[in-house]
């Protein structure tokens, strides 16, 4: 099983919608996830980091983690054609201290 | 404040031949890692140093090497390229290593190997 899993898409939502990207990861003693966006071509940038129970609110972003489920997600209102790009989780690297193992990504499509 | 550098951007190579990529972190962070992202996948864990010392390394072959400067900048070196060493080559620093601290990535670079 892979550290952290994510469904690749492409997941399509049209603008203005919520879009909803979800993450599952199999170490049950992580602690603390990332979420980045990548744009074809481009490196990673972050957008959120959630490492407690619960919500995590940022602008039109929300994370949320629920460590019994063991999965992750990441909220997008009032989807944005800018918006569409590549989203990758990260959670803590299997091998110990605090490099990251990321998804396979999900690929975000926001039509007009 | 400036970001995560990288040199070159681009590189090609051929099979066999040797490449030194090099990355300067965000002033006043020590930790440097490296990841390897192939197109299609997500990024790759390759090494992590802080403080000039490895600390840690992910599953790739001892093609790979790295090490970090007293500038806390890094060099990652591999030697014997193989096809499959193309990729985009990330550098990702961070201020020390509490597991919470955010990492951000350089602009890449993109090797091409024939």
């Known amino acids: 099983q892979k550290e952290v899993e994510q469904n690749s898409g492409p997941l399509s939502v049209p603008e203005g919608a919520i879009a909803s990207l979800n993450c599952t990861y199999s170490?049950?003693?992580?602690?603390?996830f990332f979420w980045y966006r990548q744009y074809s071509g481009k490196s990673p940038e972050l957008i959120m980091f959630i490492y407690s129970n619960g919500d995590k609110e940022d602008g039109r972003f929300t994370a949320q983690l629920n460590k019994a489920s063991q999965y992750v997600s990441l909220l997008i209102r009032d989807s944005q054609p800018s918006d569409s790009a590549t989203y990758l989780c990260?959670?803590?690297?299997?091998?110990?201290?605090?490099?990251?193992?990321f998804g396979t990504g999900t690929q975000l499509k926001v039509e007009l | 404040d400036a970001g995560v550098t990288q040199s070159p951007t681009h590189l090609i190579k051929t099979r066999g031949q040797h490449v030194t990529l090099r990355c300067s972190p965000i002033?006043?962070?020590?930790?440097v890692s490296w990841y390897q992202q192939v197109l299609g996948q997500g990024p790759q864990f390759i090494f992590q140093y802080y403080e000039k010392e490895e600390r840690g390394r992910g599953n790739f072959p001892d093609r790979f090497s790295a090490r970090q400067f007293p500038n806390y900048s890094s060099e990652l070196n591999v030697n014997a390229l193989l096809l499959g060493d193309s990729a985009l080559y990330l550098c990702?620093?961070?201020?020390?290593?509490?597991?919470?601290?955010?990492?951000?990535f350089g602009p890449g670079t993109r090797l091409l190997v024939l």
């Open positions: 990260a959670g803590p690297y299997t091998g110990g201290g605090n490099k990251l193992t």
């Open positions: 170490d049950r003693g992580s602690q603390s």
């Open positions: 990702a620093s961070r201020k020390g290593l509490s597991g919470v601290e955010t990492q951000y």
């Open positions: 002033s006043g962070h020590k930790s």
